[in-house]
């Protein structure tokens, strides 16, 4: 590659082009989640399938749902609004049709249409490629004067799993820089809610013998690959595929 001309926009902090951005610039940059995105992709990703939360009993606390949930039911919900009719129309045997109550606020008149209950998604085999770059303002999980994680990543897609350290040592950082790639079999559409977590797994020490060799979970995000996987412009157009940050949430 060569470095950029002076027309070109460099959308680094200081404004230089750095070795990062030489490499990835093709590859627009977004400050937020994809799915998330206010300006274009967002309305891209509009859900394929609506995801209803199960619940084990009763919500105990409201402010923790995610961590009551145990699972996830996958369906697609609309709602159907009977026309009115006037005795001169039901006169000369027109018939009320049901019409999709969302297209309705939209101006739009669409009839219902019985869906194929046989109808399938056939599932294919892939391969989900995820860049990991790097990771930023992190809160130290230990307090000590000088901080320091040794982190490692976990993946897990439905029964798939992918970790770090099956290829790489622990980074030793506390905003530590990857830039790797992780590879996770999968059938699509599936289960498709990706987690990625991030872990410190700590010196030998007092971390080691509280958590073992799995570590302390510094946080996660979960990235829903049907979003993607049913995107035409994400999957058949779009050859560099976005950056994005992500938050980690515990």
């Known amino acids: 590659d060569v470095l950029p001309d002076m027309q070109e926009e460099v959308d680094t902090a200081d404004g230089k082009p750095s070795a990062e951005w030489i490499l990835l610039r093709a590859h627009p940059n977004y400050n937020c989640p994809l799915e998330a995105e206010p300006t274009y992709w967002g309305e891209k990703f509009d859900p394929s399938f609506d995801e209803v939360k199960l619940f084990r009993g009763p919500i105990k606390n409201a402010k923790q749902l995610d ?3 145990v699972g996830i039911v996958k369906c697609k919900v609309k709602v159907y609004q009977l026309e009115d009719l006037t005795e001169d129309q039901i006169s000369t045997g027109l018939v009320a049709r049901y019409l999709d109550m969302a297209m309705l606020k939209e101006g739009k008149e669409v009839e219902y249409d019985m869906p194929d209950v046989n109808e399938s998604y056939p599932a294919k085999d892939i391969e989900i490629r995820v860049y990991l770059l790097k990771a ?12 320091m994680h040794f982190n490692t ?12 350290q099956w290829e790489y040592d622990p980074v030793a950082a506390l905003n530590p820089q990857f830039y790797r790639c992780a590879k996770i079999k999968a059938k699509l559409p599936g289960p498709s809610q990706l987690h990625i977590g991030l872990f410190n797994i700590g010196e030998p020490g007092l971390i080691q013998q509280i958590f073992g060799g799995e570590g302390m979970e510094i946080g996660e ?22 950056r994005e940050i992500r938050g980690l949430e515990t």
């Open 67 to 69: 961590m009551e949930t």
């Open 136 to 147: 930023f303002q992190i809160t130290p999980v230990e307090s000590k004067p000088v901080n």
């Open 153 to 164: 990543v976990r993946m897990t897609l439905g029964l798939e799993e992918w970790d770090w």
């Open 221 to 242: 995000t979960v990235v829903d690959l049907e979003d993607r996987w049913f995107c035409a412009e994400w999957a058949e157009q779009t050859i560099h595929k976005p």
